[in-house]
């Protein structure tokens, strides 16, 4: 969902989030001429080696900082969050985030 489609009121109360980055594998863990399109077997299963990616806790401070005033109205509402960073499978970057409120809303009188 890009920013501009998010038309819902921002989270009350308590908020758990959840992260999931998606970023680029570095060609170097591809083979070359016939190979291209096969990962080598040094390949790294997990997504260590992220260049200019950023590291995961950074990433989620900004996503925390930029999410105010959108899904909560401030990130101290922010009580537990869970992150991790893949590589992608079809070289889709991006983030995938969900966001949980843990009170019910009280209706107003």
Known sequence: MVYSEYRFRPLVGAVRVSFEFLVHRPKRH???????NRLK??????AIECRGS??????VR???DAMEGVLYDNDKQVISFDAKREYSLDKTTGVMLRAFAL???KESI
């Open 54 to 59: 950023g590291d995961l806790d950074k990433l």
């Open 62 to 64: 900004g996503m925390l």
């Open 41 to 46: 077997a040094s390949a790294p299963e997990y």
């Open 30 to 36: 591809y083979g070359t001429g016939r190979n291209a």
């Open 103 to 105: 009170e019910p809303e």
